[in-house]
Every structure is written in C-alpha cells, then in structure tokens.
C-alpha cells in the first residue's frame, strides 16, 4: 500500500517523460552535440544570425506590450461580470469567443484588416485622413508590425486570462467586500486592497500561463509579417523547416525554455513577496 500513490502517477510519469522529458533530452544533445562530439558551434551560429537580435528584441517588446493590457482588460471584464449587468451571460460568451479562433486564423483575420487594402486603410482613405493609406506591414514600419501583432494577439489572447481571472473572482468570498464596505471603503480602496490581494493567485497563473505562451507566439506573425518581424519561436521553424538545421532550431527552441523558466520563477518570486 505504501507504493500505491506511485502506481497511480505512473500513467502520468511515463506520459510526461515520453512526451516532454525525452524530446527535451533529444533537443539538448543535438544543440550541443556535432560530428566530432561536444561543441557550441552551433549557439555561435545562432547568436550571429542577424535575425536573433531583432527577434530577441520583438519577443520582448510583444510581451510588454501585450500582458500588462491583457492583464489589465481581463480584471475589468471579470469585474464587471462580478457586477452581474444585464445579459450578463452574453457578455462572457462574447468575450470568450476568440479561445475557438487558432493563431493563424486570427492572424488571416487581422491582416485583411492591416494590409495596404484593408479596413483600416479603407477607413483612413475614405475619410480623407490619408491619400493613400499607411504601409502598417511594411519591412521599414517596425513600429507598425508591432500594433497590428500586438492588437491581433491582444484580441486572441486576452480571453484566456479572463477565464482564469473570473475564475479567481468567484473565489473571493463577498464578505470580504462587505466587510470593507461597512468600514467605508470607497470602490477604489475595494479593488486595491481587497478583490487584488484575494486575486494573487490566479493573476500569478495567468501571468505565467500568458507570458510562456507571448513567448512562444509566432503564427499570427507569421500571417501578418513573415520573416520582416521576426520572433523567437519563428526562428526556431526557420532554423528546423526553411534552413534545414535541427541543431541550430534546438538551440533557438532551448533559448526560449531557458526565457520560459526564468519568467515563471521570476513572477512566482515577485509574487510571493507580494503576498508577504
């Protein structure tokens, strides 16, 4: 009986090692592994590619662009469903739609709204603000390519962290408002000091869950951009489908676990001491 608790998560073991504890094996000996043996030939070749930098700095930019708005958005959608409006259950179907759009129809969507003929050029052309539009997802319009992937994920994305955050705000027991309200606390002084503290933990998830997954976006840009904006997760298919190099796609796919990990310590550290 003793053993009992390890014969249940065998299943589960033996699923994880096959599905991500031997790949992660495989990635990490073809990223350090050459003809001759042990080598790093192949992370100097990556971290020289041109196309490193820039993705580096695009991932980057993306997330802080795109997680503190979604995070911001997600609160005050899951507040106010908490506030029980009208066609309230309208509401959250609503804004849970884009969870069944895929990455890279959302990126098809957004880009017959950003390209030279789209609705937002038609827009701008039929009100007489621009003679013959914007070039929003042209090579030189770095700034461009970065609104129209950061509103397309925006759009996507945001859903899933309202979810997990309504979720939290059931949590939240309502004499903890109420209690806060007969003691004269105003709606602000509610929020900051009640319904954000009692939210940590799934705000802590939906950081992590959110961020991971901005790091490893690439089908939206991909749709809109190409390789003009490029990602980090879009180099490691370049590396693996374009370039024919697994061991440099490793590489690339290895650098973005490293960027996974560190920020999910990272917030669970900023977390904690939050909570304390």
Known sequence: MRNSPWLLLAPSLVF???????????????????????TLAHWSR?????????????????????????????VGMALLVQARPRFRAVHFYVWTIPLAVSELAAGLVWLAIFDNRGYVNSALVGLGLSEHGVAWLNYQNTAGMLLAVALAEIWRATSLVFVIVVAGVQMIPQDFDEAAQVFGANRW??????????????????????TILALQAFAVAQALTGRDFPLLVGETYQ??????????????ALVVLALSLGTAVGYLRVMRRSAA
């Open 16 to 38: 994880l090692a096959a599905l991500f504890g031997w790949p992660l094996v495989q990635g990490v000996l073809t990223a350090f592994t050459g003809p001759d043996g042990f």
């Open 46 to 74: 990556l971290f020289t590619d041109p196309y490193f930098p820039r993705a580096a700095r695009n991932t980057v930019l993306l997330i802080l662009c795109v997680v503190p708005i979604q995070v911001v958005l997600a």
């Open 189 to 210: 002084q509610r929020l900051w000091h009640v319904t954000l503290p009692a939210l940590l933990p799934s705000l802590q998830v939906a950081l992590i869950l959110r």
């Open 239 to 252: 590396w693996y489908v374009q370039l024919q190099n697994p061991a440099v796609a490793s590489a690339a």
